[in-house]
């Protein structure tokens, strides 16, 4: 499946490189390019795109209003030539930032990573299972395995994902959104704390789980159906 795209520069030679790297990657399909931010702005409002790519700093409007005007931005990799815009880019939940001049390389690895968010979010809108969870750490979008989740832990607006490959990783979201994204013959609720994988439960005595790590999670009243939906499995 090809991913549409536009690419937004107010210089012609970087648009110029934008167009052929583009050419070079089979799964891209190159709709419009711009040079005038402004026009580009008024065709995204108008008919959309999958994938963005759009230079930060530029005469009219920055790379980054534009974005913020759209009702329903596309996936965004920014390009610039600044370092500094990066923590702004991630907050608009972009896939990537890449930083002027930009080597094919680097750009085929930002492209790989978008086009691995829409295959996860077509399975998602076609309620198709998804074998990978996508989320924003230290403004890097992460892929991570559903087989490699233990648990899930809840920090007020923050969770912290357990993995057995690594260490925790965090990003801004809430217990019940993550569930959500979230095979339910998979994963299931606990605790107003924790999610667990069904698959990383090593015992139950009482209340207490003892994951696969060692370490003991507790249930809630509210979730002790959990305890005989788990012997089923």
């Keep these: ?63 980054l209003e534009l974005v913020r005007s759209l009702s329903q931005p596309p996936m965004v990799i920014f390009t610039t030539a600044y370092k500094n815009f990066a923590v702004d880019g991630f907050e608009l939940d972009a896939v990537d930032y890449l930083v002027k001049p930009i080597a094919f390389e680097r750009f085929e690895k930002a492209v790989k ?22 989320v924003y750490v230290e403004y890097r979008l992460v892929k991570i395995n559903l087989a490699d989740i233990e648990y899930i832990e809840s920090l007020e607006d923050y969770i912290r994902i357990h993995t057995i490959t690594g260490k925790p990783l965090m990003t801004l979201m809430t217990l019940k959104k993550v569930l959500e994204k979230l095979p339910a013959d998979q994963f299931r609720r606990i605790h107003r704390s924790y999610i667990v994988a069904f698959a990383k439960v090593k015992s139950i005595q009482g209340r207490k789980l003892r994951m696969q790590s060692g370490k003991e999670l507790p249930v809630s009243d509210s979730y002790l159906s959990f305890i005989s939906d788990w012997k089923k499995v």
């Design 1 to 63: 499946m090809k991913i549409r795209c536009i690419a937004i520069d107010d210089e012609s030679p970087a648009l110029l490189l934008m167009r052929e790297y583009i050419s070079r990657i089979p799964f891209l399909q190159l709709q419009y390019t711009f040079e005038d931010a402004v026009k580009g702005q008024a065709l995204l409002q108008q008919e959309g795109t999958d994938l963005l790519f759009v230079d930060i700093n530029m005469p009219d409007i920055s790379g």
């Design 113 to 134: 990573k978008a086009q691995e968010f829409y295959t996860y979010r077509q399975r998602t809108h076609q309620s198709e299972i998804p074998d990978a969870l996508f």
